[in-house]
């Protein structure tokens, strides 16, 4: 790598667009993957609550407004282990949480696109607890993302991957191009 430091790339896009799909590709990769999402799933099961989108919503901006807007990006990296050099961050919903990312170390953001349409089908095949089963409630909870700033990180991302009619196969074939290119320019 180009510095001693370590390599986060980190998945932004709206609800379904894909992201999981691209983190896995980093995983394939030699990338540590967390999932800011599954951070806030965890936490809302061990205050006792069923992991609802409606309670994951309220999670995620009570521990933002208590904690700070990269409140969540801070309780996902104390899960990273000591010496990881590659991490993928799968679910970053906010500028605050790049900038905490690229206090750590070197950053690229990944953004992944699809429309609401295809993004609703790929949740309703997902089987996630908080997936949305209708599309005005997959609107409610992309204003809610909107809100905490995921558009700002999307439009600033380094590269976008458009996933309007790709196959999982040939997203995850465009991911692993702009990935492997990222660390031939890092050195590593």
């Not at 983190?23 to 540590?32: D, I, M, S, T």
């Not at 899960?79 to 590659?86: K, L, S, T």
């Not at 991490?87 to 429309?115: K, Q, Y």
Request: glycine share 10%; net charge positive; with cysteine.
């Amino acid at each position: 790598m180009a510095e001693d430091k370590p390599f986060f790339l980190c998945i932004t896009g709206m609800p379904g667009a894909g992201k999981s799909t691209v983190a896995g590709k980093g995983v394939e990769l030699g990338f540590y993957k967390i999932v800011l999402g599954d951070v806030v799933r965890r936490e809302v099961v061990r205050a006792g609550l069923e992991p609802t989108d409606e309670n994951c919503g309220k999670f995620m901006l009570s521990i933002r407004a208590r904690e700070g807007p990269d409140a969540v990006a801070a309780m996902a990296a104390r899960e990273i282990p000591a010496g990881v050099r590659r991490v993928v961050v799968d679910g970053v919903r906010s500028l605050d949480e790049v900038r905490f990312f690229s206090s750590l170390g070197r950053t690229r953001v990944l953004a992944v696109h699809a429309s609401p349409a295809r993004r609703f089908e790929l949740l309703s095949k997902r089987g996630r607890p908080d997936d949305p089963k209708t599309m005005q409630e997959l609107s409610t909870r992309d204003k809610r993302e909107l809100e905490i700033g995921v558009g700002n990180v999307i439009a600033l991302a380094d590269e976008v991957l458009v996933n309007t009619r790709l196959s999982k196969e040939q997203l995850m074939r465009a991911a692993e191009e702009v990935i492997l290119g990222w660390l031939r320019e890092d050195g590593g």
